[in-house]
């Protein structure tokens, strides 16, 4: 919706779109105040509000959001900067009624000559006080109660455990453990629990239920959408990724041990990777720690993953959610593929592979393809891991709110390909001197691997070889153009 004449207030409605992904309304004629409502969008990854005549103050709201980018510059903004959105610095400029005690170009907030010490406002932060230690103390009983009977709800379900390897442990000893102090993570097809055994053995629990009074379940799907095709679309799910797993053999995807199943729940227990994910280590402190030869082979390690799926089965495996965060770590850094929830066997129809026909993905990973045509193949998957590859060279992230105008990291990359000098100057500072020769021939796969065109993608077979080929320490001379693109 850029550049298109847009007037008029931009409705509280809006906080109803659940599932949008990026909402770019820049330069137009919008005013009155930014609604508080976007705030809770929960797969709001990126928003664009510049260029407009929006006024008021900045939602609090808005610092609920995992936002990728933000950009509120030029318009008639006023008043404090949420604390928690401080690091977006140059995604307010052009509002001089702003003001911040973190972002040094902006002028500095000042409280009313002695409106903060009224007493009638000091009484009503006692009483206000008061209030906040009741209800929290209502909630924790609360809680502690509902856990309680979920426990007794979990252990009175009647299981059946299905394995797919040798096991030293029984439903019993996983179902025990799901509770809120082992949860690790949540993700898009059910809340992770870090599981510990007796013999100090440590798994991996995804748990999807597929109760309709499910908090998970709720929020991820429209609340009015049948309960009956709610259960129905977890049931899918769960039985589509047991599916595809069990019968997956390789040292480059995940382990899965069994699976567990009740009327209303699902259990998925894996092997435990105690790294954590590449996201995870490339953009925090541990990154300076990530040589280049160890991110060399996490690069090919996840290929051979990807190209196992995508060759070494019996029909294709599609993994459509390739991206950083996805790919887990071992002790010793190597990679796993990791969240099959959103994974597709492409049928063998008429002598050829049918395509899958739901979209999916992550915003900064997905193909263009998406954007134009819900059929897509294999060749989704390898223009992610190019960008992934991308992140490994650089370092940095698939969207950036300093990439500009650009937004992703390909658009980046690729203003940066005019001389070796300047390609150089992308390459993350942490990969030491002697390996930025070998960092830049990986960029020459990535930049391959994310071609707009999907025929002139290469295969996961054909990367796996052309990552090999840039072993570190092969001093060979690559000169990246933009002609590959």
């Not at 290469?458 to 690559?478: H, K, N, W, Y």
Request: charged share 25%; with cysteine; aromatic share 8%.
């Amino acid at each position: 919706m850029q550049s298109n004449g847009l007037s008029g207030d931009i409705p509280d409605s809006i906080g109803s779109c659940s599932m949008l992904s990026e909402l770019d309304m820049a330069q137009n004629e919008l005013s009155g105040e930014i609604p508080h409502t976007l705030g809770s969008l929960p797969t709001l990854n990126a928003l664009n509000l510049s260029d407009n005549k929006l006024s008021g103050k900045i939602p609090e709201s808005l610092s609920s959001l995992k936002l990728s980018l933000l950009d509120l510059s030029n318009n008639g903004l006023s008043g404090r900067v949420p604390l928690s959105l401080s690091s977006y610095s140059g995604s307010f400029d052009g509002n001089p009624g702003l003001c911040s005690t973190t972002i040094k170009s902006f002028n500095r907030c000042t409280s009313s000559s002695g409106s903060h010490r009224d007493t009638r406002v000091f009484v009503l932060c006692i009483v206000f006080g008061l209030l906040i230690l009741i209800a929290s103390l209502v909630l924790f009983l609360y809680f502690k109660k509902t856990e309680k009977k979920e426990k007794q709800t979990l252990r009175r379900e009647s299981w059946s455990i299905k394995s797919f390897r040798r096991m030293s442990f029984t439903e019993d000893d996983i179902v025990g453990s799901i509770k809120e102090e082992n949860l690790i993570g949540r993700g898009g097809s059910g809340d992770v629990y870090r599981v510990v055994l007796g013999d100090g053995k440590e798994l991996a629990v995804k748990y999807i239920r597929r109760s309709s009074t499910d908090t998970f379940t709720q929020k991820n799907f429209s609340s009015t959408m049948p309960i009956l095709k709610e259960n129905e679309g977890r049931s899918k799910e769960f039985e589509r990724e047991v599916q595809t797993l069990s019968s997956i053999r390789h040292l480059n995807v995940v382990k899965l041990y069994c699976s567990i199943t009740s009327d209303d729940s699902s259990l998925l227990v894996y092997e435990y990777l105690p790294k954590g994910s590449l996201w995870d280590i490339l953009h925090s402190c541990e990154k300076s720690n990530l040589g280049w030869e160890t991110r060399y082979d996490i690069a090919l390690g996840a290929a051979k993953g990807l190209e196992y799926l995508h060759h070494g089965y019996e029909r294709p495996v599609i993994h459509r959610d390739v991206k950083s965060s996805n790919i887990l770590l071992d002790e010793s850094f190597k990679p796993r593929i990791a969240d099959f929830g959103l994974a597709k066997i492409l049928q063998d129809k008429n002598g050829g592979l049918d395509s899958t026909h739901v979209v999916a993905g992550t915003y900064g990973y997905m193909a263009p393809e998406y954007g134009y045509s819900s059929k897509v193949n294999e060749k989704c998957d390898v223009y992610s891991f190019g960008v992934v590859l991308i992140e490994l060279v650089t370092g940095r992230k698939p969207i950036e709110a300093e990439f500009g105008e650009s937004k992703d990291i390909l658009n980046w990359v690729s203003n940066n390909l005019n001389s070796k000098e300047s390609v150089m100057e992308i390459v993350d500072k942490n990969i030491g001197e002697m390996y930025r020769e070998d960092a830049v021939k990986m960029l020459r796969v990535a930049i391959i691997c994310t071609a707009r065109q999907p025929g002139r993608r290469p295969t996961m077979r054909s990367v796996v070889q052309m990552i090999e080929d840039a072993e570190p320490c092969r001093l060979m001379g690559i000169v990246i153009s933009k002609e590959v693109m």
